[in-house]
């Protein structure tokens, strides 16, 4: 059983530019959930997704959209990257959309300069 | 509106003390609790969640309503306790609200 992960590990981008973040979910999980970490915070909801469809969303701009994808691997996408969009992304997966056990990847590093 | 506080950024204990590791939040509806740990180098992980009424590595924590609080536990503390604690409140669906976490120090 292979774990989450996530692509790539970190990464450097200057503001107004667009991001793309990867996330493989673990085996057999159809749920998938992002999440933004700052500095010194605890992580805030994105939004989730869950059989290709949002599933839920925390108070974040339209400018984060997402996708998932018939093999439940999902991608989160930002445009017009802003400062303070600087954080770790963290994705989490689970087996149901009504509340199996989360399972954290390692996060992808955003700098925005 | 949905708010977790973890009141202490820093705890810092020594080796066989107890420890009570701070959690109150702000809900209107049934809220479902859990606590998430990170040891250093890990990922973030499930520790507990209230529902389950369970002792995980010696640690227990329940879901009092009317403080508004999930305290978390442990009568011994180890070194391998070490690490970054997280209160999170799951409020409808998959919406959770993470608190800002408190880094757990047991000293030898």
């Known amino acids: 059983e292979t774990g989450v992960t996530q692509s790539p590990t970190h990464l450097i981008k200057t503001r107004g530019q667009q991001v793309t973040l990867r996330c493989s979910s673990q085996?057999?999980?159809?749920?998938v959930s992002w999440y933004q970490q700052a500095l010194g915070q605890g992580p805030q909801f994105i939004f989730q997704y869950y059989r290709e469809e949002e599933n839920g969303r925390g108070n974040f701009p339209p400018r984060f959209s997402g996708l998932q994808f018939p093999n439940y691997s999902s991608e989160l996408n930002v445009n017009a990257l802003e400062l303070d969009d600087s954080a770790l992304y963290l994705c989490?997966?689970?087996?149901?959309?009504?509340?199996?056990?989360?399972?954290f990847g390692p996060g992808t590093r955003l700098l925005v300069l | 509106a949905q708010r977790v506080t973890q009141p202490e950024k820093l705890l810092s204990v020594f080796k066989g003390a107890p420890v009570e590791l701070k959690c109150n939040y702000s809900y209107s509806g049934s809220p479902e609790l859990f606590w998430y740990v990170q040891y250093s180098r890990q990922r973030l992980q499930l520790l507990l969640r209230h529902i389950s009424r369970e002792s995980i590595k010696g640690f227990t924590a329940d879901l009092n309503k009317g403080e508004t609080s999930f305290h978390l536990k442990k009568p011994f503390a180890q070194e391998e306790d070490s690490a970054m604690y997280y209160c999170?409140?799951?409020?409808?669906?998959?919406?959770?609200?993470f608190g800002p976490g408190t880094r757990l120090s047991v000293l030898p």
């Open positions: 989490a997966s689970s087996s149901l959309a009504g509340g199996e056990t989360q399972y």
């Open positions: 999170a409140l799951r409020t409808g669906g998959q919406n959770f609200v």
């Open positions: 085996s057999g999980h159809n749920t």
